[in-house]
């Protein structure tokens, strides 16, 4: 039963797959960065590179608007090897003009990994550019992980046999086996946004957050909050033993050109040490 809607939403899936060629052909995708901050000091440790779309008619269009559709047809490992290269190429920029040496993170897709050649091309990319691969940070989501383990894990283990560092993105939301965290070469855990939304201030101590900040220290691993937006999540984190966060309390992600402002100026001292 082919109904209008259906019709609908299959032009629009079309157009957009349209555009988004098009948009990787006329450079109409660009790179913005959202700074990872000691909450403690207000220093910039990282950035996570993020995509968007500069659209001629609908302006500045999101991820989630167009990341299914690039995921569908497989523009995503395209896409992702433009905002890699890109991001590699500023980060290279600034750490040489002696504005610290920040750490980049970027998202890595499953087809992007699934790619036979995936390792191979990530690491020339990061040589091209010019910068060391321990300034870089890959984030996987539990559930690529958990997908094609026999896969995934051997170029991860590939990465971080370069001084390349793994984190989990969306920490506690997908479905990965508490016993299989150990076994792979993961640093990092990227707590989910949904906890540190769920965050009040009357909280008692029981909460996913106090679980996860306990398993991280564990397992020795780094732990950064993600979406932090107000002055109660972050003592509370702090609180907890989390050191690093990202998210609009701080800053939301900005142009190449308003990161390096930041990075010369440092403006998240007092933010960070006011209470
Ligand atoms: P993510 O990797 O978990 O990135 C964090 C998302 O949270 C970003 O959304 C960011 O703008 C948003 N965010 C940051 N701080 C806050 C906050 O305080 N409050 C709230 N409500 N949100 C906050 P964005 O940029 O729309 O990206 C969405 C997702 O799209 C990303 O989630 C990531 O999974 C994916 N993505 C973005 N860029 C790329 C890319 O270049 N390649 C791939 N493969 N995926 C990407
Ligand atoms: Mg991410
Ligand atoms: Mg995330």
């Known amino acids: 039963f082919y ?3 259906m019709n609908h939403q299959f032009s629009t899936r079309l157009s957009v797959e349209r555009e988004l060629r098009n948009a990787l052909i006329e450079g109409q995708l660009l790179v913005h960065y959202q700074p990872q901050v000691d909450l403690c000091t207000g220093e910039i440790l990282g950035v996570e590179a993020l995509v968007r779309w500069a659209h001629p008619e609908r302006g500045l269009v999101h991820p989630d608007d167009f990341l299914p559709v690039a995921q569908e047809t497989g523009l995503i490992v395209q896409l992702d090897q433009f905002v890699q290269q890109r991001a590699f190429e500023e980060v290279a920029c600034w750490h040489k003009e002696g504005l610290g040496q920040l750490l980049l993170s970027v998202n890595l897709s499953t087809t992007q990994l699934e790619q036979e050649a995936f390792v191979r091309n990530f690491l020339k990319a990061i040589s091209v550019a ?16 958990m997908r094609d383990v026999e896969i995934v894990v051997p170029k991860l283990n590939a990465l971080r046999d370069k001084g390349i560092q793994v984190a989990i993105d969306d920490f506690g939301t997908g479905y990965s086996s508490l016993s299989y965290l150990q076994q792979f070469p993961i640093n990092t855990l990227k707590i989910d946004r949904t906890f540190v939304h769920d965050i009040r201030a009357e909280q008692g ?5 106090n679980a996860i900040v306990a398993m991280a220290r564990g397992l020795n691993m780094t732990l950064i909050a993600e979406g932090v937006e107000n002055r109660t999540q972050l003592n509370y984190l702090k609180e907890q033993g989390c050191r690093q966060v990202q998210g609009y309390y701080f800053s939301e992600p900005v142009t190449a050109k308003a990161l390096k402002q930041m990075l010369s100026d440092n403006p998240f001292q007092q933010l960070a040490t006011s209470s």
């Not at 010019?130 to 992980?145: C, F, R, S």
């Not at 101590?205 to 957050?209: E, N, P, T």
Request: hydrophobic share 45%.
């Open 3 to 5: 109904s209008d809607e």
């Open 130 to 145: 010019g910068l060391d691969p321990a300034a870089i940070k890959v984030e996987i989501t539990e559930n690529v992980l």
């Open 205 to 209: 101590d029981a909460s996913i957050i």
